[in-house]
């Protein structure tokens, strides 16, 4: 307001000059984060592409509920973690465990916000692009904050997104801020949440968080390993040079070297699978 009313006289040419300077910084930052927008875009498309064989995790929530610090602890991965609107304004991915198959990868995505300025909305959805691709969700709520209304912004946000069939497993987070009463009624509310406090850094907030961490990460692995499917294959001697696809695309849970050859105990989600049989082709036997 003193910048539009610039004084008197003299300094009211001021005050408008201000101004000026201001709609010329705005329109600079709008176009550069057009410009980043782009690369974005053109980078997910690309990761996408690379990351078919895998499994997709998206970590979603309202901004400051922990998401960022969560995702470290799942990965051991140092991630940029702020109190501060939209720090995380591109998806950052991580593996979840080096050794599982097939592969988990998790990502952190931008925090949702109430009433999104429309000057934004573009660079929200953009950023916000990869959670279509996920095959489940992590939605972390701040057990401390306004749930219910952080919990409908949510639910907006899925559906603007075509996103709001995609199975989710809530995590409460920061529950040390809230009372024993509190939070008895949320675990009885939500009986399939994990609850727990993570917190960012230093040896004992490290310690503080196994539990918690580990609880989810046991989640995780036990909805996809509910949805996975086993089937039994003999590869021919000739082409075992497939069997790099095979181990990239599932886990080989028995391996037995027959005369006629390679009899396969294979588990993957059903889309892994039929990547393989297209992969192989005719040089395997399905066994019934």
């Not at 198959?101 to 909305?121: A, C, M, Q, W, Y």
């Amino acid at each position: 307001l003193d910048r539009e009313r610039g004084g008197i006289g003299a300094s009211r040419g001021t005050g408008e000059k201000q101004i000026e300077k201001d709609r010329q910084f705005l329109r600079q930052r709008i176009t550069r984060y057009k410009s980043q927008l782009i690369r974005v875009e053109k980078e997910r498309n690309t990761q996408k592409q690379r990351r078919s064989n895998c499994l997709q995790v998206s970590l979603i929530g309202y901004t400051n509920a922990g998401k960022s610090t969560i995702m470290n602890a799942l990965t051991n991965s140092g991630l940029l973690v702020e109190d501060r609107l939209f720090a995380t304004l591109d998806s950052t991915t991580r593996l979840l465990e080096e050794d599982s198959r097939p592969k988990v990868l998790l990502s952190d995505t931008v925090g949702f916000i109430s009433n999104l300025p429309h000057e934004v909305i573009a660079a929200f959805r953009s950023t916000l692009a990869t959670v279509r691709d996920a095959d489940l969700l992590l939605q972390v709520i701040d057990a401390d904050d306004n749930i219910e209304e952080h919990l409908q912004t949510t639910s907006e946000v899925l559906e603007d997104l075509d996103a709001a069939c995609i199975p989710i497993i809530k995590v409460f987070n920061k529950i040390d801020r809230i009372s024993p009463t509190r939070l008895l009624i949320l675990e009885k509310s939500f009986p399939e949440a994990v609850f727990g406090s993570c917190e960012n850094g230093g040896k004992n907030g490290l310690e503080k968080n196994s539990a918690f961490v580990e609880q989810l990460r046991k989640q995780i692995l036990l909805f996809f390993n509910e949805r996975m499917k086993t089937m039994t294959i003999r590869l021919d001697y000739q082409h075992s040079q497939k069997l790099a696809n095979i181990y990239e695309l599932s886990r080989v849970d028995n391996i037995d070297y027959q005369e006629e050859g390679i009899l396969m105990t294979l588990t993957a989600i059903p889309g892994n699978l039929e990547r393989l049989r297209h992969h192989l082709g005719s040089d395997y036997t399905e066994m019934r």
